[in-house]
């Protein structure tokens, strides 16, 4: 996978890395549905970004509900918007549609920005440091 950013400096990752980057991002997910607060985190994306996190820990087959069976797309954005204080979309398929159509968007997909800045930027947690926390909480909590 190569990668470049509006600078038009690329990044180059082997298939490792992006296996890499995808198990972080859905541990980092399953963090977040975790997250057990009365004030909401704050979501700094979009919600297209937010739906791309969830469909990416959905193809994972990765997380599992209470009865232990996979969860479900519709579950998995549910629980994130809850998570974040956000509307649930009343048809998340269509921003998925959305996500395959940002190819040669100026938007870049989610993920090539979270590969960017944990590969090119060093950052060991891309989404917890992304996401506003509330007053007095530390990325610590997550781990």
Known sequence: MTLKNTQQETLQL???????????????CVALLSYQHEEP?????????????????YVSDMIVDDDG???????LVKSLCTC??????????????????????RSR???????????KMGQSHPLLLSVHLPTGLCTSAFE
């Open 69 to 75: 069976n996979n969860c479900t797309f519709i579950l």
């Open 109 to 119: 997909a989610f993920f090539d920005r979270y590969c960017w800045l944990m590969y």
């Open 41 to 57: 985190l704050r979501w700094p994306f979009t919600l297209t970004d937010l739906i791309e996190v969830a469909s990416m820990a």
């Open 14 to 28: 082997t298939n490792e890395q992006t296996t890499m980057a995808h198990a972080r991002l859905i541990d980092e």
């Open 84 to 105: 974040f204080g956000l509307r649930v979309p009343r048809n998340p398929w269509c921003y998925l549609q959305r996500i395959h159509m940002r190819k040669n968007m």
